[in-house]
């Protein structure tokens, strides 16, 4: 059962989305519409959460998730797309248009989630349950909070906006301290952890859901203003939430690493929080990756397929070993590879380049998915998956250790290589961890900010897990099973601390030169 249908939530959309102005932040419409009118009844809170699974992420989705969190990390590459290139250069200019995008995306978020809290919170009749209530407000306030970690990874201090009226009535703000921003996001899922069901409908958050992303956000603020070491109380606490999905939660990995990435499997038990893309949707309401990423046009209903310049670096590569074929296969092409659920009605395709394969799941027909189009993949991708607070567990648990044997640390990160084909090891290093974090979760927009939240305690480890990269695709033969670098002429600019931070989009600077001046303290 899909979770979003687009023509059932137009009302919604129509008010809360389309009427929006396109700036700095969406300012909401100012009739009493939605907030009169619409919430009245458990089924609409259903519909207004609902509407925000999918469409308003699309200009994150389309190429900025792959762009930031593989290409600018170094997984990825694509020599010819001039933004991209700026993410594999290190020349990042704040007119750079997936910047841009991916900005006004997230606070496009934050102000459709603050619009439906407040009418909940404000209008809705007494005659709706509490539970439908707090149900409803978790997710809206997981959801934000999703967008503010994004938010505060990227950009670090930026505004925190609560409240879109005060916005209207004084649309210059301030940014707000990177720590203010942090606890911001902690409140916000410590409400989703505690109101959200256990279970709900596929596609639709739950506890375990807020309480994963809980951990991560610990783990990630334990380093932030330490040298060397981490925060102990944050690493506890991460610990204790991603311990809390690992053993109590009754979820388990899907047993295949592979179909992890098929649509015949969106929405499965490992999945915590995925983006429920509808078919048929067109250009700006659905998963474009596929068109964007795929090698071929045969691979795509419609066209597309444009990514035949892109693929892994070698730097990537290399850390695959010969025994990690399922991830390996699973994640890129590489020449002479052949997928026979691809072009199935073909005979299947055999990759004729070194090239992106997650997200690519193939033609309307592959997917017996009648409406979908170009723009509109029916892949539900993971923002967030089980698989990932397994290893945020381990690290939590590793801690400020260079090794550990712990038990639990063991059984958790063994089960990622089970499920991999890949040995057990009897000991954890945190070299072993980042290379087992990295082919985990490539190409899912995951190790940019890995290298984030290294940067916060350890900013010359992280400068220095980038510097020492090659970053180069790499052409294969199948016969000898060789790898010959390909040389791009790309002029890279050496990390530094500022790396780490992505600048304000140009036009924002000018609308709110707030923007430019020193952080400010939220909580008083």
């Known amino acids: 059962m899909k979770l979003i249908k687009l023509n059932i939530c137009l009302l919604f959309i129509m008010v809360v989305i389309i009427s929006c102005k396109k700036d700095f932040l969406n300012r909401p419409p100012l009739t009493g519409l939605t907030t009169d009118n619409f919430y009245k009844s458990s089924s609409d809170l259903r519909l207004a959460t609902a509407a925000l699974y999918a469409q308003p992420w699309f200009s994150w989705n389309n190429f900025p998730l792959l762009g930031v969190g593989d290409i600018m990390s170094g ?20 007119q750079n248009s997936y910047i841009t995008n991916s900005w006004q995306s997230f606070y496009d978020i934050v102000a459709h989630c603050n619009i439906n809290i407040k009418a909940i919170n404000t209008k809705l009749p007494d005659s709706v349950s509490v539970k439908s209530k707090t149900g409803a407000l978790g997710e809206l306030r997981f959801i934000r909070a999703t967008s503010y970690f994004f938010i505060a990874q990227l950009w670090g201090p930026v505004p925190i906006i609560e409240d879109n009226d005060k916005l209207i009535a004084n649309p210059l703000v301030p940014r707000n301290k990177l720590s203010d921003v942090y606890k911001f996001i902690i409140n916000d899922l410590r409400y989703a952890a505690a109101n959200l069901p256990k279970s709900d409908q596929p596609g639709r958050v739950t506890t375990w859901s807020a309480q994963g992303l809980l951990a991560k956000v610990y783990l990630t603020r334990a380093g932030l203003g330490q040298s060397g070491s981490r925060n102990q109380t944050d690493l506890d606490s991460a610990a204790y939430y991603a311990g809390s999905v690992c053993n109590t939660s009754g979820l388990t990995l899907l047993p295949s690493y592979y179909n992890l990435f098929r649509t015949q499997f969106n929405d499965n038990s490992e ?18 990756i596929q068109a964007q990423f795929a090698p071929s046009s045969s691979l795509i209903t419609g066209g597309g397929g444009w990514g035949g310049a892109i693929g892994p670096t070698i730097d990537l590569a290399n850390l695959y070993t010969p025994q990690d074929s399922i991830r390996r296969k699973a994640t890129y092409m590489l020449t002479g590879d052949h997928y026979p659920e691809l072009n199935a009605a073909g005979g299947g395709y055999t990759a004729t380049g070194v090239n992106v394969k997650k997200h690519v799941v193939g033609t309307a027909a592959d997917n017996n998915s009648p409406t979908m ?36 640390a063991l059984k958790y990160f063994n089960a990622i290589r089970t499920r991999a084909g890949v040995d057990p090891v009897t000991s954890i290093t945190t070299s072993s961890l980042w290379n087992e974090r990295r082919v985990e979760l490539a ?37 000898t099973g060789t790898k010959t670098l390909v040389a791009n002429g790309l002029i890279i600019t050496p990390a530094t601390k500022a790396t780490f931070t992505l600048p304000i989009p140009a036009n924002d600077q000018t609308a709110d030169p707030k923007l430019l001046e020193e952080p400010v303290a939220y909580y008083k």
């Open 271 to 288: 999945s915590l929080f995925a983006f429920q893309w509808a078919p048929g949707v067109g250009y700006g309401g659905g998963n474009g």
């Open 373 to 408: 189009d170009l723009w509109s993949s029916i892949e539900h991708n993971a923002v967030i998956r089980l698989g990932d607070v397994y290893l945020i567990y381990v690290e939590a648990l590793l801690g400020n250790n260079a090794s550990t044997s712990n038990g639990e």
């Open 75 to 94: 997984n990825m590459l694509q020599p010819y797309n001039a933004d991209l290139v700026q993410f594999t250069t290190f020349s990042i200019t704040s």
């Open 443 to 479: 190409f899912e927009g995951q190790y940019w900010f890995d290298l984030v939240r290294l940067s916060y305690y350890n900013p010359q480890g992280a400068i220095d897990a980038i510097n020492k990269q090659v970053r180069q695709q790499f052409t294969y033969d199948p016969g």
